[in-house]
């Protein structure tokens, strides 16, 4: 049987050619926290990468991600009051968006790579926007 070969990183001591960044603060990190502990939620995921898509109201998303219309617009005002999500009236609608490229890019990528581990193959490019 062969054996593994592990480097133990010291503290203080980084792998050659990985750049070091400064810890974030608390505040920081329990916010980073908060928002990923909604992404957990595979609905809400889903409704994210829906939106991530274009903006949509919420019968469109109910029916886009399969959920019960008051369902998703619980998780649509949890994904609002944590600042991922945002929206705007047009009439009677309210027309929901994802207005910060950075939460779109974390989803695309994170989804994408999982589709590409399942074999998602053709569809990961697509899946990551980078596609038709």
Avoid: N
Avoid at 38 to 66: F, K, N, P, T
């Amino acid at each position: 049987m062969a054996r593994r070969m592990v480097q133990r990183w010291g503290e203080g001591e980084v792998a050659a050619g990985v750049e070091r960044f400064p810890d974030p603060s608390a505040e920081v990190l329990a916010e980073a926290a908060a928002a990923f502990g909604l992404l957990a939620s595979s609905a809400r995921l889903h409704i994210v990468w829906a939106l991530a898509q274009g903006e949509s109201d919420v019968s469109g998303l109910a029916e886009r991600v399969g959920g019960a219309l008051p369902a998703v617009s619980q998780h649509l005002t949890k994904l609002k009051l944590a600042g991922l999500v945002r929206s705007r009236r047009e009439g009677r609608r309210q027309v929901y968006f994802v207005d910060d490229p950075d939460v779109v890019t974390v989803v695309r990528l994170v989804v994408g790579q999982l589709a590409d581990r399942a074999g998602g193959g053709s569809s990961a490019g697509h899946l990551r926007g980078t596609g038709t």
